[in-house]
C-alpha cells in the first residue's frame, strides 16, 4: 500500500486495531512473480512464516504453486488451505513431528545427516514419493541484521562443506539455501558465486535447488534481470529445477495496521498512546529493530508536530517510534503503519491480555472493506489453561 492508501480508503471506516491487506496490491505483486515463473520456468512458493492469512490463498495459488512450511502446523493449513506442493524446512523434528509431516509435506529438507539418517527409514515407509534435501549453509553472510544471518558463525542453520563431503547423497534429490533478508539480486548473486564454488559439484546428481526466501523481488528497484540469469544458469548447467520461497514479495507494501490514538501524554515530549502494541502486534520494530513508516507521517521535526507513538502495554519499552505530522493528533485519530501484511500477522501475542487486530481485505474497485476474522476473550483464555 502506497501513501496515497489513505485517500483510497478512508481510514475512519476501519474498526482499529485492525490489519487490512490490499487485495489489488496482492495482485499486482503476484504478476510479477509469475512473469519470472513464466521467464524461467522456476516454481515459486509462499513462505507461511511470513503470511498465512487463508483467506487469501485463493487468489495467491492461481501464480503461486503451492507453500513453505516450517512446522506440522504450517505445513497442514497449506496442504488443507493451499493446495499444490508443500515444502517444509525445521532445524530440527521430532519424532512425532516427522510422523505427521510424511503425511502431508512434498519436500522434506532436514537440517543435519543425523537427523536425515534417523527419520529416513520413516519417509521410505510412508509409501508416498517425498523429495528429501539437505539444507546447506554456504558460510557467506549477506543478512544485515544479525538476528536474522543464518550463516553468521557458530550458526545452527544448515550444513556446512566441510561436514558435507564424504555424506552420502543416496535418497537426497535436492539442497536447500537461504541467506537472505529483504535483498536485492545481487546478494543473491554473491550468495551464489560461494554456493557453486564449494557446492555445485553436488547438483549434477541431484533434480531441484531451492534458493530460500529473502528475495524482495516485487520492490521497485529489484534486479528481476539478474534474478532470472542466476535461475536460468543452475538449471540450465545443472539440470535442476530451481524454487523459489518468499514471504515478503507476494504481500510487499500491501499491507497496514490500522490503530486509534488513546491519549497523548508529555513527559518532555508528546507522546500519543496507541491501542495497538509493538510488543504484542508488531514485535519485529523491537526486535529487529525497525522504524515502519506511517500514512501522513515524516522524520521527527520534518513537519508541523512531533510526537513519540508507543502501545498500550505495559512493556515500558513499548514504543513504535518517533514522527511528525502536519496537524496535530487527538484522541481517536487514526494512525495506519505501512508494510505491516509480512510478519506481523504471525507474530502477534495476547501478551497483557491485549486485543488481537482484526484482520481485514479492501478490494478498491468495489471499494468494499471485508472483515475476515475477529478475536475476542475465547481467543486470549484459549491459548493459556
Known amino acids: ?3 496515497g492508501y489513505s485517500e483510497r480508503l478512508n481510514l475512519d471506516r476501519v474498526a482499529t486495531p485492525c490489519f487490512v491487506v490490499d487485495e489489488a496490491r496482492v495482485r499486482s505483486n503476484l504478476e510479477i512473480l509469475d512473469r519470472i515463473q513464466e521467464r524461467t520456468g522456476c516454481r515459486i512458493l509462499l513462505a507461511l512464516k511470513a503470511f498465512a492469512m487463508f483467506s487469501l490463498f485463493p487468489l495467491i495459488r492461481r501464480s503461486l504453486h503451492g507453500v513453505c512450511a516450517s512446522s506440522p502446523h504450517e505445513a497442514r493449513l ?46 521410505e515407509e510412508s509409501n508416498r514419493n517425498i523429495r528429501c534435501g539437505i539444507r546447506i549453509n554456504p558460510e557467506h553472510s549477506e543478512a544485515p541484521v544479525a538476528l536474522y544471518d543464518p550463516c553468521a558463525p557458530q550458526s545452527r542453520l544448515g550444513v556446512r562443506y566441510e561436514e558435507f563431503a564424504g555424506q552420502s547423497l543416496i535418497g537426497i534429490t535436492g539442497l536447500h539455501l537461504h541467506t537472505l533478508c529483504e535483498q536485492n539480486a545481487d546478494a543473491l548473486a554473491r550468495t551464489l558465486e560461494a554456493f557453486e564454488s ?76 496507541l491501542d495497538v502494541s509493538a510488543a504484542a502486534h508488531m514485535p ?74 482484526s484482520i481485514a481485505i479492501y478490494r478498491e474497485a468495489s471499494d468494499e472493506l471485508q472483515i475476515v476474522r475477529r478475536f475476542g476473550y475465547d481467543d486470549f483464555k484459549k491459548r493459556l489453561s
Open 198 to 273: 564449494k557446492f555445485g559439484k553436488y547438483l549434477h546428481e541431484l533434480d531441484w535447488l531451492n534458493l530460500g526466501g529473502g528475495h524482495h523481488i516485487t520492490r521497485p528497484d529489484y534486479d528481476i534481470g539478474l534474478l532470472c540469469e542466476l535461475i536460468l544458469h543452475f538449471q540450465q548447467k545443472y539440470g535442476v529445477e530451481v524454487y523459489l520461497e518468499p514471504g515478503e514479495a507476494v504481500v510487499l507494501n500491501a499491507g497496514i495496521l490500522v490503530a486509534s490514538v488513546l491519549d497523548i501524554v508529555r513527559n518532555e515530549i508528546d507522546i500519543a498512546i
Open 1 to 3: 500500500m502506497d501513501r
Open 284 to 357: 519485529d520494530v523491537i526486535e529487529m529493530p525497525y522504524r515502519p513508516e506511517v500514512v501522513g507521517g515524516g522524520r521527527p521535526g520534518e513537519l508541523a508536530y512531533t510526537y513519540r507513538l508507543a502501545g498500550h502495554s505495559c512493556l515500558a519499552g513499548d514504543v513504535i517510534g518517533d514522527y511528525s505530522f502536519a496537524d496535530p493528533l487527538k484522541i481517536g485519530d487514526r494512525v495506519a503503519f505501512l508494510d505491516q501484511a509480512h510478519y506481523t500477522m504471525v507474530k502477534t501475542t495476547t501478551f497483557n491480555g491485549l486485543q488481537l487486530p
Open 78 to 123: 497449506g496442504r488443507e488451505e493451499f493446495g499444490g506442493e508443500v515444502h517444509t524446512f525445521a532445524a530440527g523434528y521430532s519424532e512425532a513431528d516427522t510422523r505427521e509431516l510424511i503425511k502431508l509435506t512434498d519436500h522434506l529438507i532436514f537440517n543435519s545427516f543425523s537427523q536425515w539418517k534417523r527419520f529416513r527409514p520413516l519417509v
